[in-house]
Each structure stands twice: as structure tokens, then as C-alpha cells.
């Protein structure tokens, strides 16, 4: 039986389909099936238009997955947090500062980034919208709570050699948040220990620091008379960039 025009067309489409499919590119095969469903055209284009849409549409779709597999890692609080919607919902924060917060240029800089305000008044929701640009440019990110923060370190230094493990992963993280920092007095202990990982940031990456108390406080939050406070409070507020929330 004679093959019509139209049926060694559909054939060939679904050739192709699955060889995009076979070859690993599903954002081809996504594209090519946009075009035989008539929502691409491609009608009058070259070929070289043609085929550049095709590798935009399979990077697209890479960059995506990427950056949803960095945002599950993430753990963020606020896995779908968005700076648009942060731009929305609080119009005191410029337009100029959402689109530098969107460039997480803090992350190469080594730099501290405080973002302080009352409960309910959206610090936790912006650091993880940081942290989400941050998945989105392929920076590799951690979310934690401080107290969360402070019983891994604990659990892992009673049984020995994690305790190192843990701490390099925390300084090493191109981009770390630490939630609910300075909430509350924080021991001569602590200090000692929160420096093992503040001391190494700079060197390796960005720091987001959510807290409901103002930096101004954070030295007299440490309870110690040592100079290792002033030390500390030096190294995270000395040139940090702090966004205050209302």
C-alpha cells in the first residue's frame, strides 16, 4: 500500500520526536512539538533562526531543572519565594535594590548581607528569594535556622570527626542564610563556635544573616567580655549591606 504525503510526514515527525527523546534533549523534543501543534511558527525563518531556537529552548530547559534541583537542596524556608513578589509587597525597597539583590553579586564579593526587621515583616520570606536568584544563577545554597544551625554542630562534635565535615560545608557554601540570628543573648560557646564558620566566609562566599534585632545590638547579644565579640561583630557588620524591613 502506498504511503500518502501526509502520512511519510507524520512519520517522519515522530522520527525525529523520538530521536530528540533517545539523545536526551527534551527541550528539542518540547520545541519541535510546539511547532507541529502550530503555537511556534517558524514559517519565512532561516535556518539558522530556526536552529537557534531549538538550543535556546534545550539550555532553558537545562538552566530550569538545574536550578530547581539547587533550590530542593536549598532547603529553603520559602522554596517558592520570588523577588517580583517582594518588589510588589513592599514598595519602600527600590526597584534598583530588588534588581541588585537579583544579581547575588554579594556571593562573589565574600560579602555580609543582614536583612533585619520585627516578626511577620517578611525577612524570612526575602532572604530565601536571595537565596532562590542565588539556585536560578547556579550558585549552590544552604538555608538554616540558627538553633538548627547550632544543634547539627553540637551533635556532630560529640561524634568527632562529622564536627570538621559539618564545618566545611558551611564555609565553603558559595551562599549561606542563616535564619533567626541573634534573636536571642548568644553564649561565649556559641561565639567560639559560629566564629569557626564566620571567620572562613568571606574567603569563600556570600552570608545572609535573617534577625529580628537590629545589628547595633549584636555585640551586647554576646556574652562574653573577651575581645573574640568585638572581633566577631567586626567581621560581620564591616561593610555588610543591611536591609531593613517594616
Given at each position: 500500500m502506498a504511503y500518502t504525503i501526509e502520512q511519510i510526514r507524520l512519520e517522519r515527525d515522530e522520527?525525529?520526536?523520538q530521536a530528540f527523546k533517545r539523545l536526551r534533549l527534551p527541550g528539542m523534543a518540547g520545541h519541535f512539538r510546539e511547532i507541529l501543534d502550530g503555537t511556534v511558527v517558524v514559517e519565512g525563518q532561516d535556518i539558522s533562526s530556526i536552529l537557534e531556537q531549538f538550543i535556546d529552548a534545550e539550555l532553558l530547559r537545562r538552566t530550569g531543572n538545574k536550578a530547581e534541583k539547587l533550590i530542593r537542596e536549598a532547603r529553603l524556608w520559602y522554596p517558592s519565594a520570588d523577588l517580583e513578589e517582594v518588589s510588589s509587597n513592599t514598595p519602600y525597597l527600590s526597584a534598583q535594590l530588588i534588581s541588585t539583590l537579583s544579581k547575588v553579586r554579594f556571593i562573589d564579593a565574600g560579602a555580609f548581607l543582614i536583612i533585619h526587621g520585627g516578626p511577620k515583616s517578611g525577612t524570612t520570606?526575602?532572604?530565601?528569594?536571595?537565596?532562590?536568584?542565588?539556585?536560578?544563577?547556579?550558585?549552590?545554597?544552604?538555608?538554616?535556622?540558627?538553633?538548627?544551625?547550632?544543634?547539627?554542630?553540637?551533635?556532630?562534635?560529640?561524634?568527632?570527626?562529622?564536627?570538621?565535615?559539618?564545618?566545611?560545608?558551611?564555609?565553603?557554601?558559595?551562599?549561606?542564610?542563616?535564619?533567626?540570628?541573634?534573636?536571642?543573648?548568644?553564649?561565649?560557646?556559641?561565639?567560639?563556635?559560629?566564629?569557626?564558620?564566620?571567620?572562613?566566609?568571606?574567603?569563600?562566599?556570600?552570608t545572609i544573616l535573617v534577625s529580628h534585632s537590629h545589628p547595633d545590638l549584636w555585640r551586647d547579644l554576646m556574652e562574653t567580655t573577651t575581645s573574640y565579640r568585638d572581633s566577631m561583630f567586626h567581621t560581620l557588620t564591616e561593610g555588610a549591606m543591611i536591609i531593613e524591613l517594616n
Open positions: 522520527k525525529i520526536l520570606y526575602l532572604g530565601c528569594a536571595i537565596g532562590a536568584s542565588a539556585c536560578r544563577l547556579s550558585r549552590r545554597t544552604r538555608y538554616i535556622r540558627y538553633f538548627d544551625l547550632l544543634s547539627r554542630l553540637i551533635d556532630a562534635k560529640r561524634t568527632g570527626g562529622l564536627l570538621q565535615e559539618e564545618l566545611e560545608e558551611l564555609r565553603t557554601i558559595p551562599c549561606l542564610i542563616v535564619d533567626d540570628w541573634m534573636n536571642s543573648p548568644m553564649s561565649q560557646n556559641e561565639l567560639m563556635l559560629m566564629r569557626e564558620i564566620m571567620d572562613y566566609r568571606p574567603k569563600n562566599g556570600g
